[in-house]
């Protein structure tokens, strides 16, 4: 089943082009590394396939059913109830955690599917435990997240997503501010969520961890997708001199 389908999507800033004719599809059960440099779109990306912003052109759709169409040059949006059931069929993990600093780890991880999808409280209190279990966090459900270590928080994050129950979890450099002894246990965790049939797409630099977990790696540059293939195709023997290049850099 296709969990996602983008095609030919742009994204303007005014008159700036930061995205032009992406298309892009994520099977279930599929990892998809996201690699390139700086400033090459590959955020925008994430954030336009989750809504957070709204892309210029093209189309996006979840598990087969369109939800942004393009119509006239322009991406339509639906309405918002329609919006509310795509962005239940995915999570999101953000370099900088994005958790509530006034809610305790617990209320963080269950606050949207008890107060927005209004699932049953119980049920909902008893996945959180277990995801935060799962996480390594059994015992700081009630620690707040400025008595978290980086490391900690992200993995708090990482239980929210995963308690919301989606077809696919993105991962916005998940690591990027956490210190190398700290980005292994991240890394460690999302390969095992990788190894449990996880549908995720993830933009990283841990050009290693691609090569490890990923079914595919996508290559992006100045706001297009220069190349895609098997991590052996483009991390080991890319043809192509601009993915070389941003490779011998790192």
């Known amino acids: 089943m296709k969990v996602l389908e983008i095609k030919n999507l742009k994204k303007d800033f005014g008159e700036k082009t930061v995205l032009e004719d992406i298309s892009l599809t994520v099977n279930k059960g599929e990892v998809i590394s996201v690699i390139g440099p700086s400033g090459s779109g590959k955020s925008t990306l994430l954030r336009c396939a989750t809504f957070l912003e709204k892309a210029t052109d093209g189309s996006i759709a979840y598990c087969e059913k369109e939800v942004v169409k393009s119509e006239g040059g322009r991406a339509i949006y639906p309405s918002k109830a329609e919006m509310k059931a795509a962005r239940s069929k995915f999570g999101l993990v953000f370099q900088s955690f994005n958790l509530f600093p006034h809610f305790n780890v617990l209320k963080n991880v269950t606050d949207a599917p008890i107060s927005v999808m209004k699932r049953d409280r119980e049920q909902v209190m008893t996945e959180a435990r277990e995801m935060l279990k799962r996480v390594g966090l059994e015992d700081k459900e009630n620690a707040y997240p400025c008595e978290l270590s980086g490391g900690q928080q992200q ?96």
Request: proline letters at 4%.
């Open 155 to 250: 993995r708090v994050a990482i239980a929210r997503a995963l308690v919301m129950n989606p077809e696919i979890i993105f991962f916005d450099e998940p690591t990027s501010a956490l210190d190398p002894e700290i980005t292994a246990g991240i890394l460690k965790i999302m390969k095992e969520l990788a190894e449990a049939d996880m549908t995720m797409v993830i933009v990283t630099h841990e050009i290693d961890f691609a090569r490890a977990v990923s079914d595919r790696v996508i290559f992006m540059a100045d706001g297009h997708i220069i190349e895609q293939g098997s991590p052996k195709d483009i991390i080991d023997n890319s043809d192509n001199e601009r993915t070389r290049a941003f490779l011998r850099k790192l």
